[in-house]
């Protein structure tokens, strides 16, 4: 079969992975494979539409229930916006502690103001993602 395109979000789940190490090497910490890896160990390139599936269905309490494509693309581009900002919130405040490279505790320190500029109440009142 022909391989997809790499996602840009398949990766570490619910698991940390220590400064340096290479991001995806985290569990899920719900005993399944990561998104993005084969059940038989061998590493699987999945597109977007395919990761957000997969990482939709670590929650869903029913295996029976569907997402639609239109729906599938627009939760992958959200996403997609979402980690480039965290990215760049990031990298900035990397930068503001005069660090060269960014790392877990950089998106940790901006990860609680982003949810809050994500929230479904700040875009309903249609403050802007800053």
Not at 37 to 44: F, Y
Not at 60 to 86: C, I, Q
């Amino acid at each position: 079969p022909p391989e997809k395109e790499e996602s840009g979000f398949g990766g570490t789940g619910r698991g940390r992975h220590r400064a340096g190490a290479a991001p995806g090497g985290g569990g899920t910490g719900r005993g399944r494979h990561r998104a993005g890896a084969a059940p038989g160990g061998s590493a699987a390139v999945l597109s977007p539409q395919d990761t957000v599936e997969r990482l939709l269905r670590l929650h869903f309490r029913d295996d029976r229930t569907r997402v639609n494509g239109d729906a599938l693309r627009l939760t992958a581009e959200l996403l997609k916006v979402f980690v480039r900002e965290a990215a760049a919130r990031a990298a900035r405040q990397a930068q503001a502690e005069d660090v060269e490279n960014v790392n877990i505790e950089h998106v940790e320190k901006v990860l609680p103001q982003l949810v809050r500029n994500w929230s479904p109440n700040a875009l309903q009142q249609g403050r802007d993602v800053d």
